[in-house]
């Protein structure tokens, strides 16, 4: 039977894959113009298995030569000789690797290039791009070059070189035959791999690789992509799910990153069938089941994880920016020559949304968040007072999170009430998240809801064993603004099936009624608490 794959590249007999037929017919017709461009996404963003899925897509039409730069070490790229002989020896083993031969090429230049690289000494670029130049013209089909993992080449003078050369051999290709496209893979574009080598100024963005078109198809997964591998996986074992439910429920929490897809349904069939006694068995096909597999995922570790913290505390103003956007709902436009931005785009942390910079995904903001918070849990007096306290929030496995609105307005005020605006618009938030968290941490989870998140305004949905609670959180801004508060509140409980929702307001009026209280608002009930 097939699996969901989170480890390497997915191969479609052996995995459950998202078919992607539409990115690769993108991708061809700009293989068709004879573009050369670099396929720059985030790590586990599923480019080696659209390199290793196109190239089958585009074999009928051209020949293609596939290679990794991961297996060439460090040593190999120490000058040009070097690198220039080992270039080649690769290239030729995987050119007549036995199970996946290349075809179409012509056997005497290979010939000829092997023996230059192994008898020259002074064999280096200059030869070794005279020899690519033969064997692109003596080639049957149009010869298409892909190289993964580029980022292996970073540090490395030589590589720029090697990227020169293939420059120079496009802008002369109508008289010296070449490749006639290059696809380049990597998380790292050619302006920031001349940066790592070069940091000073006059070098910044001087990049070898000038002539590459940009790359704009979405390597995301949609809903409708995510729905039709559940389909396939549901063929086999009729669990009675349903399918775009919970392909929209994955892609809400994903924004249909590739790793994540995989990681949310590879945990919800090896893990929430089998061990929650809850959801188990077909059961865990559901909402439910994706919300359980979440609460598992943000709990356990993962390569993809540790790269985000590693680079977050790596980068201390792209730190301060996704802070500033989580906590206080700060809105800035996305503008890519903006060096902090462009950076958190690369790496996939943060993308355009409406113009503005948004977090990747729930997952990834989630992540943020835990780990905001943890880092000041241990001197925060809103945490601790949670802590000591958390057991009394929870009855027969049920969350009163009434008692949480309340027992949160009154040590709010006793701890905060003295505090300035200023003050509570910036920590007012957070404060609430720490206080909710060890309360329902380890059993439940929790989101905020990026739709409504702004200066004003923040919605915190929590999922606690199945039963889902609705949190708005708002600066308040009058009875008027805050009746319209209460109709937001009411269209969003409408939107989640629920009937109850709470208000919860930091009020600057002297003359502000501390306190919690219930109001109807239609057939729904909002508990208003105002600190």
Known sequence: MKTFNTT????????????????LAEIKKMVDKGDYFIINRARQYGKTTTLRILAE?????????????????????EDEHIFASAFTEYLIKTIKNKKKPVYDLCSSVLEDLSSNSKNNKSFALVELFTHLSE???TAKKPVVLIIDEVDSATNN???????????????????????????LAGVYDIKNLKRKIRPDGEHKYNSPWNIAESFDVDMSFSAKGIAGMLTEYENDYHTGMDVFELAQSIYDYTSGYPFLVSLICKTIDMNVSEKCNRLKGTAAWSVGGVNEAVKIILKEPATLFDSLIKQINSYKELRDMIHAILFQGDELTFNTDNEVINLGAMFGYIKDKNGNVAVAN????????????????????????????????????????????????AHFHDVYGDNDKKFVEKYGRKFFLLYLKPIINGVG?????????????????????????????????????????????????ERYHLNKGYLLSFSFNKNKEIGVKTVKYGDKTILEAIV
């Open 362 to 409: 729930r997952i990834f903001e989630t992540r943020l968040y835990n780990l905001f918070l943890s880092e000041e849990e241990l001197t925060n007096a809103t945490y601790r007072e949670a802590q000591k306290d958390k057991n009394q929030f929870i009855k027969n496995g049920i969350l009163d999170m009434d008692l949480v609105m309340q027992k949160f307005v």
């Open 8 to 23: 390497g590249r997915c191969i479609s007999d052996k995995h459950y894959m998202v078919c992607i037929d539409d990115k």
């Open 135 to 137: 064997l692109c013209d």
């Open 157 to 183: 003078q030589v590589f720029l070189d090697f990227l020169a050369q293939l420059r120079g051999y496009y802008l002369d290709r109508e008289e010296t035959p070449i490749f006639h496209s290059v696809i």
């Open 57 to 77: 897509f585009l074999k009928e039409d051209y020949t293609i030569i596939s290679l990794d730069f991961q297996k060439m070490s460090n040593a190999k790229f």
């Open 445 to 493: 989870n929790y989101y905020v809801e990026a739709e409504t998140r702004d200066l004003k305004r923040t919605d915190v949905i929590v999922d606690y064993l199945g039963m889902q609670f609705i949190i708005e959180l708002k600066i308040w801004n009058g009875e008027k603004y805050n009746m319209e508060g209460e109709s937001q509140l009411a269209d969003y409980l």
